[in-house]
């Protein structure tokens, strides 16, 4: 997990170009409680590599430390939700959580997938939101953007 900031030092001084040559998979932009009442920021790449180096098709994204994505807050549960991608379209299961999962603030159905595109704004559990942004997106509106991120309405379709 990396902060925002710490991200955009990282990853910006090779421009768009070079950004969209070394990120070829979306990401999620989390806001979190943060210290003061404020919050963070917090980038997660939502293709991670398996063992064998090769990209997995599912990311699990909960407060267990197993998970691919750790979000350690007590409204997250353990094992909260699930991120897919099947030939191109990428999906978002809730797995029976106990504060639930939405989208674009509406609830999810336990286990049943809901199609997700670049802009769209995921909550998970009481606490956490984060927004699901194709690398464009997110260059655009994370590394090089001035305004808030969770305002965005994203137009790519990864």
């Given at each position: 997990?990396?902060?925002?900031?710490?991200?955009?030092r990282r990853?910006?001084?090779?421009?768009?170009?070079?950004?969209?040559?070394?990120?070829?998979?979306?990401?999620?932009?989390?806001?979190?409680?943060?210290?003061?009442?404020?919050?963070?920021?917090?980038?997660?790449?939502?293709?991670?590599?398996?063992?064998?180096?090769?990209?997995?098709?599912?990311?699990?994204?909960?407060?267990?430390?197993?998970?691919?994505?750790?979000?350690?807050?007590?409204?997250?549960?353990?094992?909260?939700?699930?991120?897919?991608?099947?030939?191109?379209?990428?999906?978002?299961?809730?797995?029976?959580?106990?504060?639930?999962?939405?989208?674009n603030g509406?609830?999810?159905?336990?286990?049943?997938?809901?199609?997700?595109?670049?802009?769209?704004?995921?909550?998970?559990?009481?606490?956490?939101?984060?927004?699901?942004?194709?690398?464009?997106?997110?260059?655009?509106?994370?590394?090089?953007?001035?305004?808030?991120?969770?305002?965005?309405?994203?137009?790519?379709?990864?």
């Amino acid at each position: 997990m990396q902060s925002l900031e710490g991200f955009k030092r990282r990853n910006s001084a090779g421009g768009k170009d070079g950004f969209l040559r070394k990120f070829q998979m979306p990401f999620l932009l989390v806001s979190s409680p943060g210290v003061r009442g404020g919050r963070a920021l917090w980038v997660h790449p939502v293709r991670n590599r398996s063992e064998e180096g090769l990209f997995k098709e599912e990311i699990s994204i909960g407060r267990a430390e197993e998970n691919d994505i750790v979000l350690d807050l007590e409204s997250v549960s353990k094992s909260h939700a699930q991120i897919t991608e099947t030939d191109g379209e990428w999906q978002i299961i809730d797995l029976n959580s106990k504060n639930g999962t939405t989208l674009n603030g509406l609830p999810l159905a336990p286990f049943a997938a809901a199609s997700i595109r670049s802009g769209q704004i995921i909550g998970f559990g009481k606490e956490v939101k984060a927004v699901f942004m194709g690398p464009s997106d997110f260059w655009n509106n994370a590394i090089r953007g001035t305004g808030d991120p969770f305002e965005i309405h994203g137009t790519e379709q990864d």
